[in-house]
């Protein structure tokens, strides 16, 4: 079966950056997503679409089809009493924020100085080329509730 939308994909990958710095990787078929459901990266999507059990691919994605470039309007210098009282904040800790949009983002702290806090709420992997290396493990129909969903039931996917 060819990885189509409405299908459900189990891969194995590594992802690497430009300088060949491996980012993350999954294997066993252990990462398992709903094809078209916007559950992955557009540009790695696209590269999967018409692939099938055991191929193996490798893509380069840009930056707009991945997670956008970096935006430096999106690092924002807080003050340190913004935080919960008494919370010691470090470094690479993450939180939950509201954007001018009012949308849920997660802001990363990237510096502490004194009773500022620096805090990033750009992807961590934004303005990078992202290269996979993939397997296809397999690909099977989607069920009409995983569909319904939008992302997989089971095993390697989503429990109720």
Do not use: C, W
């Not at 009282?85 to 990363?108: C, K, L, N, R, Y």
């Amino acid at each position: 079966m060819q990885i189509a939308d409405n299908t459900v994909v189990s891969l194995d990958y590594t992802l690497k950056d430009d300088q060949g710095v491996t980012l993350d990787t999954s294997s066993n078929g252990e990462f398992v997503y709903l094809h078209g459901a916007q559950n992955i990266i557009a540009g790695l999507e696209n590269a999967l679409t018409g692939k099938t059990t055991g191929d193996e691919i490798s893509v380069s994605v840009s930056p707009e089809e991945a997670y956008g470039e970096r935006n430096d309007v999106m690092v924002q210098v807080v003050p340190q009493d913004m935080f919960e009282a008494g919370q010691t904040i470090e470094v690479g800790m993450q939180f939950h924020a509201e954007s001018p949009e009012g949308d849920m983002i997660t802001v990363t702290v990237t510096e502490v100085e004194g009773e500022n806090v620096t805090v990033d709420g750009n992807h961590p992997l934004a303005g990078l080329n992202l290269n996979f290396d993939v397997k296809i493990v397999d690909v099977r129909p989607a069920t009409e509730e995983e569909i319904a969903h939008g992302h997989v039931h089971g095993a390697g996917g989503h429990q109720h």
